[in-house]
């Protein structure tokens, strides 16, 4: 059964006030487009979770959709801050809590697999146990040394980009895979965005590339350079220059609200986003392709 | 020969790999030290990336850890999960890079806040990979400038364990891998000794050792004797300089 909507009819219908959003990707296939519609749309009080919170969420906090974030790194990756949340920490405005890498994965990692908790080795530096008591100590009912715990994470809605789906969710993707999977499966609700609409069986040819099933999918969206200024291996480079510009941009309360406003509420859709970056853009971000061998599964 | 503090650190850091090294790579500098010592003494060396990237080679010099070069020949590509499980806690991480603000007298880094974790008045990134890095590869390195207010006696936050308080607390926590085993900065080297306590160890040509003790915020002791680095070879610095970082981001004299 199709499950294709447009995107703003999936961010209408599945992500509310107040909701714990994971919007996945680890520097790869960040739904940019879909961070930019729930600021249009207006959404308030939203935890936002990821392992970096990247520009998505530097954006959101700014335009006032969130009252929390969950990271376990708050950086604009490769340049320096990010500098929106690290102010909003800063200055009080916003609650925050905090994990290293490893203990938010694991977070995703039990809410997928149905666990309470998952446990992790102890790492020496206790600071972070000490300040999130989420973090707790657990026997070894084996009895070695004692562990790490940190429950599940099991977020409202998680936004996922692919580089190809079918009409039913069924999700190929490849490259950088961070927490995409884990984040799919552990969420109550699954916005799925991709690059491509295949059919079915684009999908059947190859199972092994499967990492997101349509039985966890709520929404299907369309929605080709979803990522910008982050990227799609294959599709199209991250654009390194605009995380150094939003290093510029995001140092003024002001310049961010004309950015907001020229690129987020002035815009209907991605469509006219990729549009106005223009074609000098486009080029710069053009990828030459580089095309893995086929596999044979053999035809029984 | 002609080169900068921060090709100097680079070069002293990419001496301390060796060939065949399972190498968990930062960006910045550390990327550069791992590419340089891949093309010069250390052809074998396998860098992994927190992304999930195993053995990549980098065809252009990568802004962020998730750069698209890093996946493209590389040798695998797994989950989150799965590099900080079957990789990282399980053992298959000879050496790992680690920055931040502050180093302390034990090895421990914050990289989390300055003035206070709760009501911070500089919220720095906190820990993203290094905290399981610092406890589980078996070798750690930190290349960082020497300055004083980056060398505190003790960090107000431990984000990431050296040798703690020194002595047996890194067995008595269970750790896995051996820790911070030395410092690179652009006056010289540090390592601990066998009580954990960093020292210095080495002067790269010209440099003192009040140069050194000035820019550490605890009382630095010396090992006997100081040897100092050797000078930057031509090639390892043309190779920075042309193949590895032709813009002169990372290594542009003065940086």
């Given at each position: 059964?199709?499950?294709?909507?447009?995107?703003?009819?999936?961010?209408?219908?599945?992500?509310?006030?107040?909701?714990?959003?994971?919007?996945?990707?680890?520097?790869?296939?960040?739904?940019?487009?879909?961070?930019?519609?729930?600021?249009?749309?207006?959404?308030?009080?939203?935890?936002?979770?990821?392992?970096?919170?990247?520009?998505?969420?530097?954006?959101?906090?700014?335009?006032?959709?969130?009252?929390?974030?969950?990271?376990?790194?708050?950086?604009?990756?490769?340049?320096?801050?990010?500098?929106?949340?690290?102010?909003?920490?800063?200055?009080?405005?916003?609650?925050?809590?905090e994990y290293s890498h490893f203990g938010m994965i694991t977070r995703l990692q039990a809410g997928a697999a149905g666990l309470p908790f998952l446990p992790m080795n102890q790492?020496?530096?206790t600071d972070l146990e000490r300040a999130n008591p989420n973090i707790r100590r657990v026997e070894d009912p084996y009895g070695g040394k004692d562990l790490l715990a940190v429950?599940?994470?099991?977020?409202?809605?998680?936004?996922?980009?692919?580089?190809?789906?079918?009409?039913?969710?069924?999700?190929?993707?490849?490259?950088?895979?961070?927490?995409?999977?884990?984040?799919?499966?552990?969420?109550?609700?699954?916005?799925?965005?991709?690059?491509?609409?295949?059919?079915?069986?684009?999908?059947?040819?190859?199972?092994?590339?499967?990492?997101?099933?349509?039985?966890?999918?709520?929404?299907?969206?369309?929605?080709?350079?979803?990522?910008?200024?982050?990227?799609?291996?294959?599709?199209?480079?991250?654009?390194?220059?605009?995380?150094?510009?939003?290093?510029?941009?995001?140092?003024?309360?002001?310049?961010?609200?004309?950015?907001l406003k020229e690129w987020v509420y002035g815009l209907r859709d991605r469509n006219d986003y990729w549009e106005k970056l223009g074609e000098a853009?486009?080029?710069?971000?053009?990828?030459?392709?580089?095309?893995?061998?086929?596999v044979n599964y053999g035809q029984y | 020969m002609d080169y900068s503090p921060a090709e100097l650190m680079i070069i002293n850091a990419a001496h301390l790999l060796r060939d065949g090294d399972v190498v968990f790579v930062g960006v910045g500098q550390p990327n550069l030290a791992c590419n340089l010592a891949k093309r010069t003494h250390a052809p074998n060396l396998v860098m992994i990336y927190e992304a999930g990237v195993i053995g990549a080679e980098p065809a252009r010099l990568p802004l962020s850890?998730?750069?698209?070069?890093?996946?493209?020949?590389?040798l695998s590509v797994v989950?989150?999960?799965?590099?900080?499980?079957?990789?990282?806690?399980?053992?298959?991480?000879?050496?790992g890079f680690m920055g931040g603000a502050q180093i302390d007298k034990y090895g421990n880094i914050n990289a989390t806040a300055i003035g206070g974790y709760a009501q911070p008045k500089v919220r720095l990134p906190g820990s993203g990979g290094s905290q399981e890095i610092a406890a589980w590869a078996n070798r750690c390195y930190i290349m960082t400038p020497h300055q004083k207010r980056r060398f505190p006696e003790k960090v107000e936050f431990m984000t990431s364990a050296g040798a703690i308080s020194g002595g047996r607390d890194r067995q008595l926590a269970g750790l896995r891998g051996g820790g911070i085993l030395a410092?690179?900065?652009?006056?010289?080297?540090?390592?601990?000794?066998?009580?954990?306590?960093?020292?210095?160890?080495?002067?790269?040509?010209?440099?003192?050792?009040?140069?050194?003790?000035?820019?550490?915020?605890?009382?630095?002791?010396?090992?006997?004797?100081?040897?100092?680095?050797?000078?930057?070879?031509?090639?390892?610095?043309?190779?920075?300089?042309?193949?590895?970082?032709?813009?002169?981001?990372?290594?542009?004299?003065?940086?």
């Open positions: 059964m199709s499950k294709l909507v447009p995107l703003s009819q999936a961010i209408a219908d599945h992500i509310h006030d107040g909701d714990v959003v994971y919007a996945a990707g680890f520097t790869h296939l960040i739904p940019f487009a879909a961070g930019h519609e729930i600021i249009r749309q207006g959404r308030r009080d939203l935890v936002l979770a990821r392992a970096t919170p990247d520009l998505i969420y530097d954006q959101m906090v700014a335009a006032g959709c969130a009252r929390k974030v969950i990271f376990s790194y708050m950086g604009n990756p490769g340049v320096g801050s990010l500098r929106i949340v690290r102010r909003a920490i800063e200055g009080g405005t916003l609650q925050w809590e790492t020496g530096a429950p599940a994470l099991q977020p409202d809605v998680a936004i996922v980009h692919v580089q190809r789906a079918d009409a039913n969710g069924n999700a190929h993707l490849w490259g950088i895979l961070g927490e995409q999977k884990e984040a799919a499966f552990a969420a109550r609700r699954v916005i799925l965005t991709a690059e491509e609409i295949v059919d079915e069986a684009v999908i059947r040819s190859d199972p092994n590339r499967t990492v997101i099933p349509s039985m966890i999918v709520t929404a299907v969206c369309h929605v080709p350079y979803c990522c910008h200024p982050s990227y799609a291996q294959g599709y199209y480079d991250r654009d390194n220059e605009f995380y150094v510009k939003w290093d510029k941009v995001s140092e003024s309360i002001a310049a961010v609200e004309e950015w853009t486009h080029r710069r971000l053009q990828v030459t392709p580089r095309l893995s061998l086929p | 850890i998730g750069d698209p070069t890093l996946v493209s020949g590389a989950s989150m999960y799965d590099i900080f499980t079957n990789y990282l806690q399980r053992g298959n991480v000879d050496v410092v690179v900065t652009d006056l010289g080297i540090l390592e601990p000794d066998q009580t954990g306590e960093l020292v210095l160890t080495a002067l790269h040509p010209g440099r003192t050792v009040d140069e050194a003790k000035q820019q550490t915020g605890w009382p630095l002791r010396t090992a006997e004797p100081v040897r100092t680095t050797p000078e930057p070879s031509h090639s390892e610095v043309r190779i920075l300089r042309e193949e590895l970082d032709p813009a002169g981001l990372y290594v542009k004299p003065g940086a």
